[in-house]
């Protein structure tokens, strides 16, 4: 069993649709939680931090976690073909000092 | 804030040549670098982290004599491939990371070995 894991996709929605991902992870250690976007070709950058149970949403974006089931996921309100990238789930372990990363989701918005 | 600058961008060099890469943190100290190859279509898979003034942790399978890392500042970690190959051609990627922060990437840079 991998420590994080995400589903490959890819993952297909329509234009203005909701995309849903999702991120489970092993270690109940775990107290922080990233989401980053990877588009091809390019280095990953970070979208949203999440440490404490419940839902944070910036702008279009909102990511919620439930520790007690150990997973956490991202949801993008009105996709756009511009959020088309793979999506990685980071998580870290209070006092260690990396994040494990998920292999990622693919994600197309098609117009 | 929390910019990461990694330099160059690509490289394109004879086998056998060594290549650095540089990766500085320009707003933020870095207490911890990680550095990260990925090929094509592929997973990050990471390499090493490196945490200033001390050596660097080496992730199984990655050769320490091969790819060598320093840490000398806050700002500043550098990862040198000696001795190129072209199966060492792909895509590597610093970060910087402050405590329990995330971490942020820099650009990456392309390396191509002929």
């Known amino acids: 069993q991998k420590e994080v894991e995400q589903n490959s996709g890819p993952l297909s929605v329509p234009e203005g649709a909701i995309a849903s991902l999702n991120c489970t992870y092993s270690d109940r250690g775990s107290q922080s939680f990233f989401w980053y976007r990877q588009y091809s070709g390019k280095s990953p950058e970070l979208i949203m931090s999440i440490y404490s149970n419940g839902d944070k949403e910036d702008g279009r974006f909102t990511a919620q976690l439930n520790k007690a089931s150990q997973y956490v996921s991202l949801l993008i309100r009105d996709s756009q073909p511009s959020d088309s990238a793979t999506y990685l789930c980071?998580?870290?372990?209070?006092?260690?000092?990396?994040?494990?990363f998920g292999d990622g989701t693919t994600l197309t918005v098609k117009p | 804030g929390a910019v990461v600058s990694q330099h160059p961008s690509w490289v394109i060099c004879k086998s056998g040549t060594s290549v650095k890469i540089e990766c500085r943190s320009l707003?933020?100290?870095?207490?911890?670098m990680f550095w990260y190859r990925q090929f094509p279509k592929q997973s990050l898979m990471l390499m090493a982290t490196s945490n200033e003034g001390s050596k660097a942790t080496y992730e199984q399978g990655v050769e320490k004599d091969k790819f060598l890392i320093n840490h000398a500042s806050l700002t500043l970690s550098t990862l040198t491939v000696t001795s190129a190959h072209p199966e060492d051609s792909s895509f590597y990627i610093c970060s910087g990371q402050v405590g329990n922060q995330p971490q942020h990437f820099g650009d990456g840079t392309r390396l191509s070995i002929l």
């Open positions: 707003d933020f100290q870095a207490t911890t």
């Open positions: 980071a998580v870290k372990v209070e006092g260690a000092g990396k994040s494990t």
